[in-house]
């Protein structure tokens, strides 16, 4: 059964840095997209990051150049996804979820929020 679980949120400055972690407890397949997304009180939940398995990626405007996301390059499935965030603003601030689905179909879209599988959220908070 697949389990998604997020880590590496927490507290930081303006301009501070933070990794974010998901792993499929199972680890016993590999997914066709995996992507980050964050949700704010109030809004709809926003697609911040994408990696498809061919290894394209697609990035929400706001976090061009400052966010990067990745898999365990050693590995030739895609069960693990980082989120690296540099230059954090405060309305980076959110609960950030890590999505995975079998198919790569509609990965790098942005509208795009159908995903089979969810995390439980990791709590990111920017402050001025």
């Known amino acids: 059964q697949v389990r998604l679980v997020e880590s590496g949120g927490g507290s930081v400055q303006a301009g501070g840095s933070l990794r974010l972690s998901c792993v499929d407890t199972?680890?016993?397949?590999?997914?066709?997209?995996m992507a980050w997304f964050r949700q704010v009180a109030g809004k709809e939940r926003e697609k911040v990051a994408a990696?498809?398995?061919?290894?394209?990626?697609?990035?929400?405007d706001s976090v061009k150049g400052r966010f990067t996301v990745s898999n365990d390059n050693a590995k030739s499935i895609l069960d693990i996804l980082y989120l690296e965030m540099n230059n954090l603003k405060p309305e980076d601030t959110g609960l950030y979820y890590c999505?995975?689905?079998?198919?790569?179909?509609?990965?790098?879209?942005?509208?795009?929020?159908?995903?089979?599988?969810w995390g439980q959220g990791t709590q990111v908070s920017v402050s001025s």
């Open positions: 999505a995975a689905d079998h198919s790569s179909a509609r990965c790098l879209e942005s509208g795009n929020v159908n995903f089979e599988y």
């Open positions: 199972d680890r016993a397949r590999s997914f066709g997209c």
């Open positions: 990696l498809r398995s061919d290894g394209r990626t697609r990035y929400e």
